[in-house]
């Protein structure tokens, strides 16, 4: 049994900062990699970020290049997702999600490279 938590969510002006966390629990010696994507009412689920298990490599949708960082806390077990300069377009449902070694043939950037997902947490940026 797999499951993802993510905290941090919230509400933040227009060139704010907000941390987002997800705590995997379960099979993660199974993991392949982690990814955050997001939703905003009425599109379609988005890229955001990217990482490697180990933490040594990272990918972002060029939205957010510059303003988001994605990391690892071996220690923890954790990944967090660091927004800053976040934008009124930034507000959606963000959503952590881990990787297999079965999916690792989809690329990292699409919802079918994750078999697994958290339950999502609201961002919300006001102008």
């Known amino acids: 049994q797999v499951q993802l938590v993510e905290s941090g969510g919230g509400m933040v002006q227009a060139g704010g900062s907000l941390r987002l966390s997800c705590a995997p629990s379960?099979?993660?010696?199974?993991?392949?990699?982690m990814g955050w994507f997001r939703q905003a009412p009425g599109k379609e689920r988005e890229f955001v970020a990217a990482?490697?298990?180990?933490?040594?490599?990272?990918r972002y949708a060029d939205s957010v290049k510059g303003r988001f960082t994605i990391s690892r806390d071996n220690a923890e077990n954790t990944v967090a997702l660091q927004m800053n300069s976040l934008k009124p377009e930034d507000t959606a449902v963000y959503y952590c999600a881990a990787r297999s070694l079965s999916s690792s043939r989809y690329s990292s950037e699409i919802p079918s490279g994750y078999p697994y997902w958290g339950q999502g947490t609201q961002v919300t940026v006001s102008s």
């Open positions: 990482i490697s298990w180990s933490g040594a490599s990272a």
């Open positions: 379960g099979r993660t010696f199974s993991f392949y990699g």
